[in-house]
């Protein structure tokens, strides 16, 4: 059985060994760490600056088995109504069998029935379609953005597409 917790700093250490190549690592953290591969010191120092945030939540999966996926989920406006997924991974050796599934619908009841937000945001890069298809399975929807988002990437631009799940 798949349950939600709070991340742990020891979480770390299997979580960062789930990217195996730079490809897999810059669909999950695009720009935000700036050399790879990452120790569990560099996500625990990067999360670290969110340590005081009343807006930021970092969400590890976990069953009998261990640590399975993590997650982050931060409000984006001074309401608290609109909640923003992010770092959304499963452990690569559980992939495809409805884990990654599983984590985000836990990670959306979260939202809306404990942190009360009306609407969840989230943002996949199109050479992603994996990670796009499985947010699609648990109710996420193309959301309209206000322009093309792009990130440059290993010399390539990158388009990450908005989506969005409203209760």
Known sequence: ML???????????????WCTDEIAFRKWSADRYKSFPIT???MNNYYSGFAYADNFYQMTAFDETGVVGHLIMRFVDEDKKVLRFGFVIVDNTKRGKGY???????AVEFGFDILKCSKI????????????????????KDA?????????????DWKC?????VR
């Open 40 to 42: 569990s010191d560099d």
């Open 144 to 156: 309209a953005a206000d322009k093309d988002n792009y990130f440059h990437v290993l010399g390539e």
């Open 100 to 106: 990654g599934k599983e984590m985000l619908r836990l």
């Open 3 to 17: 349950r939600l917790r709070p991340y742990k700093s020891c979480d770390a250490e299997f979580i960062v060994k």
């Open 121 to 140: 945001t989230l943002g996949v890069f199109e050479n992603n379609p994996d990670a796009y298809y499985c947010y699609k399975s648990v109710g996420f």
């Open 161 to 165: 597409l908005e989506m969005e799940i």
